[in-house]
């Protein structure tokens, strides 16, 4: 089988240790066919919300470390770079272009906190009413970020899910179905995709992000960008549950899945 793991992290990342080359030998020893390191590049600070001064402040080392990486794996593996550019909606045009001026292969367009908010994992989650204000809010940014032009995919849509369950209230997108048909027609006629993001296979959240039935209401909005990437942290859960997630795209009504080469997305048949 064809597995490709279009979102990993290294140590580049502020919550991830290991080197590109790790990572890429734990893709390789799982059959991994092709693979991209997408460190995290986060406009804000993850505890306060507020605005970093150069979130591309690793990309030097984030380049040569990748270097390093192709070099050590002797073609064991197809290796790509590329960034998880978070909250790209809450920069400016000169972030825009940092972007755009980097030699990458791929973006994730990531959400993890709301505008002058910390990152959901940080949140006390307390009612069920509070959790529903925050997944439409979070909702309705996606469409700040889904006009412009900086990304590729957006990651993980129904991140909110992991850290409310871990509270004890289990909230996903469902509710929300007519703004996220929206959302995916701008997508689709924009040119940009979703990733199917397996980590809540692992998490104890119970489905991938997003869950089942956002996934097949993109396809049937007439969604064909779709990736698939582990969110792996570390070398043991690089290419976790890929596999199960081509088995939850076939079931959505998908026939191909996505892979990104600078920046320009190849289809590969599932």
């Known amino acids: 089988m064809f597995l490709a793991d279009f979102h990993t992290h290294s140590g580049c990342s502020p919550d991830a240790s290991s080197s590109m080359l790790e990572m890429a030998l734990a893709g390789a020893e799982k059959g991994i066919s092709i693979m991209c390191i997408t460190d995290h590049v986060d406009i804000d600070d993850c505890m306060t919300g507020e ?3 150069d979130c591309f402040g690793k990309w030097e080392e984030m380049k040569r470390r990748f ?15 590329g960034i998880e550019f978070g909250e790209a909606n809450h920069g400016s045009a000169s972030d825009m272009e940092s972007v755009a001026s980097k030699n990458l292969d791929f973006v ?15 949140i006390d989650y307390k009612s069920v009413s509070q959790c529903e204000m925050l997944v439409e809010k979070y909702v309705e940014e996606h469409f700040e970020l889904a006009r412009l032009g900086c990304f590729d995919v957006i990651g993980h849509l129904g991140y909110t899910r992991r850290y409310m369950k871990r509270a004890g209230f289990d909230i996903g997108l469902g509710s929300h179905t007519d703004r996220l048909e929206e959302l995916f027609r701008l997508l689709r006629d924009s040119g940009k995709g979703i990733e199917l993001n397996t980590s809540g296979l692992r998490d104890g959240t ?11 209401l993109y396809r049937e909005k007439g969604g064909e960008i779709v990736t698939t990437g582990s969110d792996a942290h570390r070398p043991e859960d690089t290419g976790k549950n890929i596999a199960d997630g081509m088995e939850l795209l076939r079931e959505a009504g ?3 899945f996505t892979v990104f080469k600078e920046r320009k997305p190849e289809f590969i048949k599932l």
């Open 51 to 53: 605005a970093q001064r």
């Open 67 to 81: 270097e390093e990486a192709r070099e050590g794996l002797r073609g064991r593996i197809d290796l790509r770079l």
């Open 108 to 122: 994730i367009g990531s959400i993890h906190n709301l505008r002058n908010n910390p990152d959901f994992f940080c």
């Open 206 to 216: 119970g489905s991938a992000f997003p869950e089942f039935g956002v996934l097949k």
């Open 254 to 256: 998908f026939k191909y």
